[in-house]
């Protein structure tokens, strides 16, 4: 495998991981970002490019870790390069935008894959396979949570620009409830936000029905200062049940002297073997190769239409229905209906 | 020394697993005379009637008039659950006080009906909510109070266990349970959230499905999700399903989740055992304070004081509400304002 000519977009929170991944891939990797370029590729051995038009020509693939309402944009452009595409999730701000994302790179003969990196966790990996394995039988009833500090950028609050914490955070799991538990069909939500004291705090709670019968919620809290991150799941068959909690993980115990831990706002990763690296191993495997990754672009247009149900059913107070096939979606131009 | 009044306290019925426990924690105390009757029907292979109350150090009674002609001074009523306002009303005009096994009852009439009987006859009426009595909750109850989370916005709870035992047919059973899952599992932890809170849930909104234990054939819900929105605008969801497999070590768990401005807290009461491995597999020596034992003596000093006790009739109507809701939402697919 050749090492990839990689254009990062970006230099905010998410990009210090994705830069170690590239880092551990040997990949020539090339920074574009409106604020903080030089810091990252000083940190990283990484170069900077001050315009796209500088970055085009050399690199072969994007890799876009920025706020979420330049996604799609970046992407077109990127495409229009010809380059392949790597986004962080969401793919876009908006199912019709990550569908135009993916239609473009099909007409251009780019790839796109949307960074739904909790497919790579290996917790959720080793879900997956129990459930195809048959080891829990049919899925009942699956649960849903992940929580953290609020994160501060201004942007995650500003629910045009990023869709706050369902299309910031909720949308992994959105995402794990189909992947886990097949289609969803209908899609019940409660949000919420407040002020407080140390920040801004929101949750969201989510039931969703699966075409299967199954049922599904779905609890997402960015909270005060001092929460730390932690994500669970409990998967429920007729056969038997899976369950994870990172709060109960317990592989090491470390305890310094000093100021208490705070929150944060991303999961602590095992370094030899982290989730961001393998998912960009995985994307740049299949370019190369051609073949499948974990994750397609259509799976990125999926998510978003779930979420967009999600704040849809939010702000109307009624369930929203969904196209039962998650290809349906990928072209469609609707949030999915209110009842 | 202290001395405490003597106390007769009859057990109406031994249809819920619960009266092994009330009997034997009531049977334990010295300056109480606990009487039962057990008007059936009994599952075939089950001991039940007179043959349990031996067990049990219960004195028997040959049926529910004889034993409120006796005047006890209160009856636990441990009722197949549709059967609990009948025998809460005869128990009421007999003047005994009652401790009624949770749900309340099965319909919003038949619990408003209840909490009425107690008030005209002036007897307390108790719901069996011994969640309350855990230590982790009060220690939640009293950092909330102390403003240690600020505002609370967001809440999980879950309460989930083994679908109940064939030997007590009568949980799958609606004519005699009221419902499945929703109805055995919801009214705990909105208890504990209308406790935290102060104030009844707004909006409810559920789905259930019947995938799990589809090989017993039973007529009600397994699995079952509720949504609720508070005035105040907390957000709140509760899984209410039998998702505990047969092959776990323990009958399930209750946890409830609260997320405040400036804390959280999360609460498992009965995840405190030793764990390990027998001939049969995994392991679980559940220990900790027992919660039946706290509520029974919070009945009974509220009996001998003529104290008002918690949890009350109120909250036990106010938590079957949510249930009623919650069966309304499954039927209409569309939330319910309450």
Redesign the interface.
């Known amino acids: 495998m050749s090492a990839p000519r990689v254009g990062l977009i970006g230099a905010g929170g998410i990009s210090g991981v994705h830069a170690a991944g590239w880092r551990a891939l040997g990949a020539d990797v090339v920074v574009h970002s409106e604020h903080g370029a030089h810091a990252l590729a000083d940190t990283f051995g990484f170069r900077t490019a001050d315009t796209l038009t500088e970055l085009w020509p050399q690199v072969d693939l994007v890799d876009i870790v920025t706020p979420t309402a330049t996604h799609a944009e970046l992407a077109l452009a990127a495409i229009a390069a010809g380059k392949h595409v790597i986004c962080e999730k969401p793919l876009a701000r908006t199912s019709v935008e990550a569908a135009a994302v993916v239609g473009a790179a099909e007409a251009a003969g780019v790839r796109v894959f949307p960074a739904h990196v909790v497919r790579y966790f290996p917790e959720y990996v080793a879900a997956r396979d129990a459930i195809r394995a048959g080891r829990i039988g049919t899925v009942a009833v699956a649960r849903f949570r992940r929580m953290s500090a609020a994160p501060k950028a201004d942007w995650f609050f500003d629910e045009a620009r990023s869709g706050g914490i369902v299309l910031d955070q909720m949308i992994h799991d959105l995402d794990q409830a189909e992947w886990l538990a097949g289609p969803v069909a209908r899609v019940f939500a409660r949000s919420t936000a407040k002020a407080g004291d140390g920040g801004r705090v929101a949750s969201a709670a989510v039931l969703l029905t699966h075409t299967s019968g199954a049922i599904s919620h779905v609890y997402g809290v960015w909270g005060h200062p001092g929460l730390r991150f932690t994500s669970s799941f409990e998967i429920a068959g007729d056969a038997g049940l899976l369950r994870y909690d990172m709060a109960r993980s317990d592989t090491v115990r470390v305890q310094l002297g000093g100021p208490a831990d705070a929150g944060g706002y991303l999961p602590a990763t095992d370094p030899s073997e982290s989730p961001y690296a393998a998912e960009l191993a995985d994307f740049w495997a299949a370019i190369e190769s051609g073949t499948q990754a974990s994750v397609a672009g259509t799976d990125g247009v999926r998510a978003v239409a779930l979420a967009e149900a999600v704040l849809a059913s939010a702000a109307s107070g009624v369930p929203v229905d969904l196209p039962a096939d998650p290809a349906d979606s990928a072209h469609s131009s609707t949030e999915g209906s209110p009842r | 020394m202290t001395t405490t009044t003597p106390l007769t306290i009859g057990i109406l019925s031994f249809a819920h697993t619960h009266a092994a426990s009330y009997a034997r924690i009531l049977s334990a105390m010295p300056d109480v005379e606990v009487l039962g009757t057990d008007p059936g029907p009994y599952d075939p292979g089950t001991v039940r009637g007179a043959g349990f109350a031996a067990e049990h150090g219960v004195t028997y009674v040959e049926d529910v008039a004889s034993l409120l002609a006796k005047a006890p001074d209160a009856v636990v009523i441990c009722a197949e659950n549709t059967a609990h306002r009948e025998l809460t009303e005869l128990a009421t005009v007999a003047g005994a006080h009652v401790l009624c096994e949770k749900p309340l009852a099965t319909s919003d009439t038949d619990a408003a009906a209840m909490v009425a009987a107690a008030d005209a006859s002036g007897v307390i009426l108790m719901t069996a909510y011994p969640v309350r009595f855990a230590s982790a909750f009060t220690d939640l109850v009293a950092r909330v109070r102390a403003g240690q989370l ?2 609370i ?2 809440i ?1 709870g ?1 309460n ?1 266990g083994k679908m109940p035992l064939a030997q007590r047919s009568w949980f799958t059973d609606p004519t005699r349970s009221g419902g499945g899952a929703l109805v055995d599992h919801v009214v705990h932890v909105a208890d504990l959230i209308d406790a935290l809170l102060g104030e009844p849930a707004q ?1 409810v ?5 019947r ?5 017993a054939g039973v007529g009600v819900e ?4 509720v ?1 609720v ?1 508070y005035p105040s ?5 509760i ?1 209410c ?1 039998w ?3 047969e ?2 070590p323990t009958w399930g768990g209750l946890t409830l989740e609260v ?6 807290v999360r609460i498992d009461p009965f995840a405190a055992h030793v764990s390990g491995y027998d001939a049969g597999g995994e392991l679980w020596a559940g220990f900790g304070a027992d919660l039946d034992a706290r509520m029974i003596d919070e009945f009974l000093d509220a009996v001998r004081t003529g104290r008002a006790p918690q949890p009350d009739g109120a909250v036990g109507a106010r938590t079957l509400a949510v249930v009623t809701a919650a069966q309304r939402s499954v039927a209409s ?3 319910v304002p309450l």
């Not at chain 2, 909104?205 to 499905?209: E, G, P, R, S």
């Not at chain 2, 397994?222 to 999700?225: F, H, I, N």
């Open positions: 600020g505002e916005y967001s999980l879950t989930n909006e909104h559920a789905v259930t499905n995938i799990l234990r589809a090989d397994t699995g079952g999700v949504s929105r605008g907390v957000i709140a969801t899984d399903s998702s505990q497999p092959s776990a997320h405040g401005t400036a804390g959280s697919g569309l939330p």
